[in-house]
C-alpha cells in the first residue's frame, strides 16, 4: 500500500523502514573531537591481565582516546558542535534543535544536550537527548529527518557523544579494553537535490536489554555504598552473547535498508558499520559480500567510541577526499538495548 507522503507500508515491517521516495534530507556538515590522550594496548597489558596480541586479535583494536578528568560528556560534544557549525559557517542561532545522542549522560537530568545548549549560548531552542546505546547516531539521524520533513525544524544539530572512560571497570579486563572517548556533531536540513537519506530500518528488541547495560545509578538500583562497592556503576556487558546478536542484527539491518532504497549491497561505495569488532565488521561485510576496500573502519586507532563512531569514520572519508557526489553510503549500528539500525544515504 502506498500512502500520501510517499511512503511504502505493507506489514509490521514496512511501518518501522520507510522507504522516502520524494524530499531529502542531508548532513550539510560534520565536526568531530577526539581527546589528544592515547591509551595503547601496551598501556593496558601493564593494568591489566592482558596482552596486544589477544586485543589485536580478538577486537581489532590498537589503542583508544581518553578524555582527562576535568572533561564531562557535553564538553566533548560542545567541541564538535563547534566544529560543525563553523565548517558550515552557521551559528547556533540558525539551528532549530539540539539533539544528543549518548549513553553517558553528564547527569541524569537535565539531558545533555542542555548542557550544550548552554555551552553554545543557544537560548531557547528546543534541547533533548536519545537514548539508543551505539545505534543513538542512527536513530538521532532518523528523527532529525521526520522532524525537518514535518516541518518542525529547518536544521538540526544532532551530535553523537560519549565518554564510556567514566563508567568503564578498569579492572575488568572483559571490557576496559573496548571502549573509547569521543564526539562527532553533524548539521542536518532539507537536501536541495537527489543527496541524503534514501531509506532507513531500525528496530529495538528489550528483551535482551541486560546482556549490556549499566546496572545501577537508575531508579531500579539507585546509588548506595553497595552499588559502588560492587562496581555496579560501571558498563556491564556479555560479550560473546552480544557478539552473536551483532552479527545477525548488522547483516540483516543493512540488506533491509538496502532493499527498501531498491538498491543491491553492490551498489554500494562505502560501508560505514559502527566500530565495536573488526570480527563484526567482517562478518557483515562478509554478509553483504562487500570487498574490503569497502568497508571503512578506524576502531584500531579509537575503539568502540559508541555513538561517535559512525560520525568520526564519516568525517575522516569527507576530510580524506573520499567521498564523492552520488556516492552510495550505508551505515549500519548495532548496541545496548538491543537496538540496531541501518541507513542508506547518498552523497
Ligand atoms: O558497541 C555495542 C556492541 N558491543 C559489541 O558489539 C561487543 C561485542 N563483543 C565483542 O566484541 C567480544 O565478545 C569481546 C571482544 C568483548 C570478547 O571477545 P570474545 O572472543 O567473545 O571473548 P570471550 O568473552 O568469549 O572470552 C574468551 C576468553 C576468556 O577466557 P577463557 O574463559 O576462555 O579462559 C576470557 O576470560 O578470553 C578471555 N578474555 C581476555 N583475555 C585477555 C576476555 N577479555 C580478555 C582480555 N585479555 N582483555
Redesign the pocket.
Known sequence: MQTGQGYAIEDKTMRMTMEKTKRRVKISSIGVYVPPKILTNADLEKM????DE??IT??GIRERHLADESQATSDLCLEAARRALDQASLKIDDVDLILVATSSPDTLFPSTACWVQKGLEATEIPAFDLSA??TGFLYGMIVAESLILNGTCRRVLLIGGELLSKITNWKD???C??FGDAAGAVILEESPDESGIISFFWQADGRLADL?YLPAGGTRRPASEETVRQGLHYIS?K??E??KH?VRRMGEAALEALKRAGLKPEDVTHFIP?Q??I??IEATGERLKLPPEKVYTNIDRYG?V?VASIPLCLEELRAGGKLKKGDIILMDA???GFTWAAIVYRW
Not at 591489566?48 to 596482552?51: E, I
Request: some cysteine; charged content about 10%; glycine content about 10%.
Open positions: 591489566v591481565d592482558t596482552s589477544w586485543i580478538r577486537t546505546g551505539c579486563r572483559a571490557t579494553v573496548l549490556l556487558m560479550g560473546n552480544v557478539f551483532a559502527h565495536a569488532n570480527r563484526i568502540n559508541s548495532f548496541g545496548a
